[in-house]
């Protein structure tokens, strides 16, 4: 079925009820307490895409929307710190869509996820990490599909399983003639 206008959707996405926000000629810092994001947004106006997210910023708040925003689009660096200064989100926004490398950590320092979107066919690129570094997962993610590899942990032991479009495939057998 077409969609003959764009769907929109409102979602406060990440900024906790009781928080302080301050902003400056552009910048950004929302505190609440156990974590602190820092931000810039701009006043730019991009052409939009209907099945693009953008990402912004109104009222102390982060909001992320399906083909439009309203308030202020998030356009450069983006962290997340929690309470002890920690990092624990980075990545950039360029007129209110996610770009580049994004990380993603514990609050023990180790890396918990790279994200990177492909120009092309606006898949990611995606690699999760459990809380030792061990490789949980590695592959491709397209319209919330997973595809690529991905190692699941079987009580002790590790194994890798191949998904195509977000189903699981078979695992090939080798006959031995």
């Given at each position: 079925m077409k969609r003959l206008y764009p769907l929109v959707i409102?979602?406060?996405?990440c900024t906790p009820m009781h928080t302080n926000a301050q902003y400056y000629n552009g910048q950004v810092r929302i505190d609440s307490a156990d974590r602190s994001f820092l931000f810039q947004v701009t006043?730019?106006?991009?052409?939009?895409?209907?099945?693009?997210?953008?990402?912004?910023?109104?009222?102390?708040h982060i909001y992320q929307t399906e083909g439009s925003f309203y308030g202020?689009?998030?356009?450069?660096?983006?962290?997340?710190?929690?309470?002890?200064?920690?990092?624990?989100e980075q990545g950039r926004f360029k007129l209110g869509e996610k770009t580049g490398l994004w990380r993603t950590w514990y609050e023990n320092g180790?890396?918990?996820s790279l994200a990177k979107k492909r120009f092309l066919d606006g898949a990611q690129h995606i690699e999760t990490y459990d809380e030792n570094g061990?490789?949980?997962?590695?592959?491709?993610?397209?319209?919330?599909?997973f595809t690529g590899l991905q190692v699941e942990l079987v009580q002790d032991s590790s194994v890798v399983v191949r998904y195509k479009k977000g189903i699981r495939q078979?695992?090939?057998?080798?006959r031995n003639q």
């Open positions: 409102l979602i406060n996405f006043d730019i106006v991009p052409q939009f895409h209907s099945r693009h997210f953008y990402y912004w910023f109104k009222s102390g202020k689009l998030l356009h450069g660096y983006y962290k997340v710190v929690d309470k002890d200064r920690h990092l624990l180790q890396l918990k061990k490789l949980l997962k590695r592959g491709y993610e397209k319209d919330g599909l078979p695992a090939k057998t080798v």
